[in-house]
C-alpha cells in the first residue's frame, strides 16, 4: 500500500509529465466523496511545480460513469447540470478529472478552451505500477502518425473476424498517460494506446469477440465466440451463446438504436500491462485490459469525442487477443503482436 505522502510525489511526477509550470491553474474536479485522496493528493503536489490548485466538487454523485458499480453509462455526468462549473473549468490551465468526464459534451468543451485534462480513477498501485514515460509516449506519437496516414484499416482473426473501417473522417488519438499539450485528454495508467474512428458509414464485415477476448465494462473473459454483423457502421446481428445473449440484451437495456453504431478502433502497446490482471483484480475502469501489448481494441457506441454526431450512453470496450491489423494493407498487428520495430519496447519483454 503506498503511503498518502508517496502518492503526492507520484502525483508530482505525473504533473511535471503533464508539463504544469509555475503560474498555471489547476483544479481538480470530482462529485460527492468520490476518491477525495486523489483531489487532496494534486492539490499537494501542484504548489511544488508553483502552480494553483483548487477543486471542484459536485455534490452529485452518479455511481454509474466510473466503472466499478452500477450501469456504466458513458458521457452522463453531473456535470451537464452545472454550467458554473464547466465555465470554471474552461479557464484553468489544467484540469484533473477524478469522476470519468470522457465521452461527455462537456469534456470536448472544456478541450476546445484549450485546457489539458487528465483523468486519474485507477487502484493507486496499478497507477504506480503503470507510470507512463517519454518512451512509450514516443512509441504512440509514432503510431498516431501512422494511423493518420491510413485511408483504410482492417482487423481479421483466426476466430473468425475480417472487417474493413473507412478512415479520414475523424482524427486519430493517442493515449500516453499524461496530458502534455493544450486541449488534450489523456488516463493516467492507459499508456500505450493507438485509436480512430472510422467514417459513420464506414464500417463492414465480421467481429468474432473469441474466447479470452474481454468483455467492458462487464470486466468478464470472454467464454462462447460472439459474432458480430456489421454493415453500414452498425452492428446488423449478434449471434452466438450466452455471452452474444448479455451482449444482446445490455445493448437493447438503452433503447437506442444508436447504441449500434461503432466507436473507436486500435490497438495497445504497453508492455507492462497484463491480460491475466481481470482474472485476479476488478476494481477500477478496466484500463489496463485496454491498453495490454498487442491488443486489437474494438469498440462500439459514441464518437463524440471525435466530434461526431452518437452520443449514445451505451460504450463496450473489447480487447481482442490474437488478431491481425493492417493499415492500407501494411501490417501493423499480427496475431497478436506488433510487428513494426518503432512501436515495440526498446528494451523490455513483452508481458
Known amino acids: ?24 491553474t489547476l483544479i481538480v474536479v470530482s462529485q460527492g466523496s468520490e476518491r477525495s485522496d486523489y483531489a487532496e493528493a494534486f492539490l499537494a503536489a501542484a504548489p511544488r511545480l508553483g502552480a494553483t490548485g483548487f477543486q471542484i466538487r459536485l455534490p452529485e454523485a452518479t455511481l454509474g460513469i466510473g466503472g466499478d458499480v452500477g450501469v456504466w453509462t458513458v458521457g452522463a455526468t453531473p456535470l451537464a447540470r452545472n454550467r ?7 479557464q484553468a490551465d489544467v484540469v484533473v478529472d477524478v469522476m470519468f468526464l470522457l465521452h461527455s459534451k462537456e469534456l470536448v468543451e472544456i478541450q476546445q478552451a484549450g485546457t ?19 518512451e512509450i509516449a514516443a512509441r504512440v506519437s509514432r503510431a498516431v502518425e501512422l494511423l493518420s496516414a491510413a485511408s483504410v ?40 494506446m493507438a485509436y480512430t474512428y472510422a467514417a459513420d458509414d464506414g464500417v463492414d464485415g465480421t467481429v468474432v469477440v473469441a474466447p479470452g477476448d474481454i468483455l467492458l465494462p462487464f470486466k468478464t473473459y470472454v467464454q462462447t465466440p460472439i459474432e458480430l454483423t456489421i454493415e453500414a457502421g452498425r452492428i446488423r446481428h449478434i449471434r452466438g451463446g450466452l455471452d452474444a445473449e448479455l451482449v444482446r440484451r445490455y445493448m437493447q437495456n438503452f433503447n437506442d438504436p444508436d447504441a449500434y453504431g461503432i466507436a ?10 497484463k491480460w491475466t490482471a481481470l482474472a485476479t483484480d476488478r476494481r ?7 491498453a495490454f501489448f498487442g491488443n486489437v481494441l474494438f469498440s462500439t457506441g459514441p464518437n463524440t469525442q471525435a466530434g461526431g454526431p452518437n452520443n449514445t450512453h451505451c460504450h463496450l470496450d473489447i480487447p481482442m487477443r490474437g488478431c491481425s491489423l493492417f493499415l492500407d494493407d501494411r501490417p501493423v498487428v499480427v496475431d497478436g503482436d506488433i510487428v513494426i520495430d518503432e512501436l515495440r519496447p526498446a528494451a523490455a519483454a513483452v508481458a
Not at 473507436?264 to 500491462?273: L, P, R, S, V, Y
Not at 477500477?284 to 485496454?290: Q, T
Open 116 to 134: 489539458r485534462i487528465l483523468t486519474c480513477i485507477e487502484p493507486v498501485d496499478i497507477l504506480t505500477r503503470l507510470f507512463p514515460t517519454r
Open 264 to 273: 473507436h478502433i486500435g490497438w495497445g502497446m504497453n508492455e507492462k500491462a
Open 84 to 90: 458554473a462549473a464547466v465555465e470554471a473549468l474552461k
Open 153 to 192: 484499416l482492417r482487423v481479421t482473426s483466426p476466430a473468425g473476424t475480417d472487417a474493413t473501417f473507412r478512415l479520414g473522417a475523424y482524427q486519430t488519438f493517442g493515449q500516453y498517460g499524461f496530458a502534455d499539450k493544450p486541449g488534450q485528454w489523456d488516463h493516467w495508467s492507459s499508456s500505450g
Open 284 to 290: 477500477g475502469h478496466g484500463m489496463e485490459s485496454r
Open 1 to 24: 500500500m503506498l503511503s498518502q505522502a508517496a502518492f503526492i510525489d507520484l502525483c508530482e511526477e505525473e504533473l511535471r509529465l503533464c508539463a504544469v509550470n509555475e503560474g498555471e
